[in-house]
Nanobody
Framework: VQLQASGGGLVHTGNSLRLSCASS????????IGWFRQAPGKEREWVSC??????YYADSVKGRFTITIDNAKNTVYLQMNSLKPEDTAVYYC???????????????WGKGTQVTVSS
């Protein structure tokens, strides 16, 4: 199982970014997929997840972020709109065949991508 996040960058407050998570070595339909982030000096926090097309979001991003999956491209996306400085973090995608673990301790992690939102 391999995951690689990309698409981060530097944007201004209110702008948008779309993160991608390219996957290989497994079938996306068989796994729960999640996005996490870690800001400087803070613990990693769960952002969003998709399990069997049911999607969930942390309260801090609900209504602004959207997780989608393109099975044909083996890619998971995180569309981030109305970005705020507090969204600044390294973002990671993760996967786990057991749904209940996706938000707490997924087994597989990709390398992160930096998102910086300037005020």
């Amino acid at each position: 199982v391999q995951l690689q996040a990309s698409g981060g960058g530097l944007v201004h407050t209110g702008n948008s970014l779309r993160l991608s998570c390219a996957s290989s070595g497994f079938t996306l339909d068989d796994y729960a997929i999640g996005w996490f982030r870690q800001a400087p000096g803070k613990e990693r926090e769960w952002v969003s997840c998709d399990s069997s097309s049911d999607t969930y979001y942390a309260d801090s991003v609900k209504g602004r972020f959207t997780i989608t999956i393109d099975n044909a491209k083996n890619t998971v996306y995180l569309q981030m709109n109305s970005l705020k400085p507090e969204d600044t973090a390294v973002y990671y995608c993760a996967a786990d065949p057991i749904t209940v673990r996706i938000a707490t301790g997924p087994e597989y992690w990709g390398k992160g991508t930096q998102v910086t939102v300037s005020s």
